[in-house]
């Protein structure tokens, strides 16, 4: 099993949420779809993107995603997906099928640097905090270092 800490992703260089979805096609992924766009404006106003990671084909993702949003990105991605150890194998009556497992990863520095395997709103804002925590660490650090604040309130 890998660890998030060693996948390397070249593709996305700020820090971002990284969200692996099912099939764009099934109602539970719907959900988390409509999820995401509740929270892309507070995902927006941080400059924090988010990219939506389906393992269907482009064609379909760009015939079922009719809402445009700059914040979101639409992701066919499967080789990712089984990288990220998403994926698992079932039996069922003989027949095999893949189940993808919806996960969250906060990605900074080109590294995924935290992973969550729950997706819904406490989850979200916990993501969110992290991600904004990771994005201003520089900033973050300068203020406590700066100012003279009690200890209580950190």
Known sequence: ????????????????LLVVLDSIELEKTMGYHDLFLLWTPNFKKMG?????IFPDSK???HKSNQIYNMYIHYVSDPIL????????????????????????????DHYLSFEQKRINNEMIK?????????????????????VDIPNILW
Request: glycine residues 2%; positive net charge.
């Open 1 to 16: 099993m890998n660890k998030i800490e060693t996948i390397k992703l070249y593709n996305i260089k700020e820090t971002s």
């Open 48 to 52: 924090i993107p988010i990219y939506l």
């Open 59 to 61: 064609e379909k993702l």
């Open 81 to 108: 997906i089984d990288r990220l150890n998403c994926t698992k194998e079932k039996f069922v009556f003989g027949k095999k099928y893949n189940v993808i497992f919806p996960r969250m990863y906060v990605v900074h």
């Open 126 to 146: 916990k993501l969110y905090i992290k991600a904004i925590e990771i994005k201003f660490e520089k900033f973050i650090k300068k203020i406590k270092n700066s």
